[in-house]
């Protein structure tokens, strides 16, 4: 399963909609094709990919990709 959300951060995503602390994710830099996500953090099968590059179109450097995949 994946979701891009336009205005959230990673660390939005992670904390709120995840219900998840930050600190259990294991950081690296990464790139999407076509996106401005500079880092993922990733945990087991559960990653997502953010740390927008600020731009004039998103001066606040937000938006993020959650990927979830393996067996529930």
Known sequence: MS???????????????????????NVYPASIKYKTYQARWQIGDIYVSGDARKTEDNPQGLGCYLVMTGRG
């Open 3 to 25: 979701i891009v959300f336009d205005t959230a951060t990673a660390e939005d995503v992670i904390m709120h909609i995840l219900g998840l602390p930050t600190d259990i994710f």
